[in-house]
Every structure is written in structure tokens, then in C-alpha cells.
């Protein structure tokens, strides 16, 4: 099986701009949960969609949004881009059960590096 | 609420001795507990995970992880360090919604 990808690997914006990240993940997982990494703030969970519904959330400001297609792939918009939004943006997919309480393994992507100038 | 919380960001080992990485966490439901680890430009990959059952949990690479509730802890080891093990490591628990919190991680470097 193909694991989780993602595109595009590395991304370099200004201030003020807007991205989309885009993540696939392995074939017959419905749980796609998108991650900020940095430095400072360490791994932070931004959210997390199931069958193409929002069912978890972190604690992001609204210019970090998110989708899932029917297909399951997910893309992850963030608008107005701060420099404070330069970081990894890791994709994690698992097989997802109703009821919202992960313990399935979650696979992760090799992630987007998004710098911000 | 879910948190971990990681002993020590930064852990040297010499080859061949025991590794230790600490991890403590607080849950308000019974915990699901995993250990991650991070190797320089690559997303994370599962070592272990503790959901029920054996409060011992083996892991892939000769790591593994025992579940204490009285302390607490879901502390990583593994008997002998390899130099392919310098990486960095994170524990993590799943949230009573379902979202996962990792903990700030521990950067593991082993000594030749």
C-alpha cells in the first residue's frame, strides 16, 4: 500500500498571502487529522475530519480551515498567511471508527515545510 | 483534558546502553497511550501503543513501554541503544474527543 503523501513538500509565501495544503492519505482510511509543528510550540493538533465532516478541533484561529473530499484526500487552507505560520505541516490519516476515540495507528505523511516571508 | 508531558528534551546515550525516555500524562477517561518517533525530515512513525490489556507493551526496533497507572507513566526503554536511534520521540495520548496530544518531545542522541 501507498502511504500518506502530501503536497507540496516544501512551500515559500509572504505575509499576507494564502496557502492550500493537500494530503492523501492510504487507501481505505477515512480519518485524515492535519498537525503544526515548530520549534517552539512543539506538535499541535489542528484538526481532524472523518467522512468528509469536521469532528475534532484544536485550538487555531479561523484562518486555519480544512476539507475532506469524498475520496478521503483532505487539503488544508490557511489564509493571510503570518510569519508565525511558518512550519511542518504534518498529515496523519488512520482507518477512523465512529464515535471519534482514536486508537487506530495513525500513519503519517512526510509533511509540508511552509515558510513564510 | 488529555496532556503528556515529557522528562527531559534532550537525552545522550552511549551505544549499548539502556535508553530511558520518560513520559508522563493526565487523562480524565482511560488512556490510549503511543510513542512516536521522528527521524530528521520525515513525519512520525508508530513505535508502540497501549489501548487495554498488558500494561507491558513491546514496539518495533527493540523498544518498549510499560503502562503504570498508580504513577502515571508510560515510560520508553530499550535495552541497548543503537547509533540508528538517534532521533526525536513523542509520546502521545488520544483526547476523549478523539484528537491526539503529543507530548514536546525528546531528542535522543547516541554516543559511539
Known amino acids: 500500500k501507498a502511504g500518506v503523501t502530501q503536497t507540496p513538500r516544501y512551500l515559500i509565501k509572504t505575509r499576507g498571502q494564502q496557502v492550500t495544503l493537500s494530503c492523501s492519505p492510504i487507501?481505505?482510511?477515512?480519518?485524515v487529522s492535519w498537525y503544526q509543528q515548530t520549534p517552539g510550540q512543539g506538535l499541535q493538533f489542528l484538526f481532524e475530519?472523518?467522512?468528509?465532516?469536521?469532528?475534532n478541533k484544536g485550538n487555531f484561529p479561523g484562518r486555519f480551515s480544512g476539507r475532506q473530499f469524498s475520496n478521503s484526500r483532505s487539503e488544508m487552507n490557511v489564509s493571510t498567511l503570518e510569519l508565525g505560520d511558518s512550519a511542518l505541516y504534518l498529515c496523519?490519516?488512520?482507518?477512523?471508527?465512529?464515535?471519534?476515540?482514536?486508537?487506530?495507528?495513525?500513519?503519517f505523511g512526510p509533511g509540508t515545510r511552509l515558510t513564510v516571508l | 483534558a488529555q496532556s503528556v508531558t515529557q522528562l527531559g528534551s534532550h537525552v545522550s546515550v552511549s551505544e549499548g546502553a539502556l535508553v530511558l525516555l520518560r513520559c508522563n500524562y493526565s487523562?480524565?477517561?482511560?488512556?490510549?497511550l503511543f510513542w512516536y518517533v521522528q527521524y530528521p525530515n520525515q513525519g512520525l512513525q508508530l513505535l508502540l501503543k497501549?489501548?487495554?490489556?498488558?500494561?507491558l507493551v513491546k514496539g518495533i526496533n527493540g523498544f518498549e513501554a510499560e503502562f503504570k497507572k498508580s504513577e502515571t507513566s508510560f515510560h520508553l526503554t530499550k535495552p541497548s541503544a543503537h547509533m540508528s536511534d538517534a532521533a526525536e520521540y513523542f509520546c502521545?495520548?488520544?483526547?476523549?474527543?478523539?484528537?491526539?496530544?503529543f507530548g514536546a518531545g525528546t531528542r535522543l542522541t547516541v554516543k559511539p
Open positions: 496523519a490519516s488512520s482507518i477512523g471508527l465512529a464515535g471519534g476515540r482514536t486508537y487506530n495507528e495513525q500513519f
Open positions: 487507501s481505505g482510511h477515512r480519518s
Open positions: 475530519y472523518f467522512s468528509e465532516t469536521q469532528r
Open positions: 487523562s480524565s477517561v482511560p488512556p490510549y
Open positions: 497501549y489501548t487495554t490489556g498488558a500494561t
Open positions: 502521545a495520548v488520544s483526547g476523549s474527543a478523539g484528537d491526539m496530544r
